[in-house]
């Protein structure tokens, strides 16, 4: 793993910034068929593991979250990028604007 115990690595799905969204990742539950697809415009995908949950009391339901019990996908740019010329660069101008679009999109499958 690394010295995170888990995964907090952020993922390259293009070299530079798109006007275009695409599908970035797909997650699927086997026990319950459930789905999450993310289609972004960004050039990276930050996956977090849940290095960090610790069992603390319970949820609605009386299940508590343990370490890598969850998990996050974030879609971004890459860390630290304005250190990185060959980067995709994240520096706004003032009277610039910023837009990016991201879908998170749920569905299920046959389990």
Not at 40 to 45: A, Y
Not at 72 to 96: A, K, M, V
Request: aromatic share 12%.
């Amino acid at each position: 793993m690394s010295f995170a115990d888990g995964f907090d690595h952020n993922w390259i799905l293009r070299d530079g910034h798109h006007s275009e969204t695409t599908l970035a990742a797909i997650a699927t539950s086997p026990l319950s068929g459930r789905t999450l697809s993310i289609y972004t415009d960004q050039p990276g995908l930050q996956f977090y593991s849940g290095n960090f949950l610790r069992p603390s009391g319970a949820d609605k339901s009386g299940a508590s979250y343990a370490k890598h019990s969850a998990f996050c996908l974030e879609t971004q740019h890459f860390p630290d990028s304005p250190n990185h010329p060959h980067f995709p660069s994240t520096i706004l101008r003032p009277g610039e604007r910023f837009e990016s679009q991201s879908v998170f999109e749920f569905g299920s499958q046959p389990s």
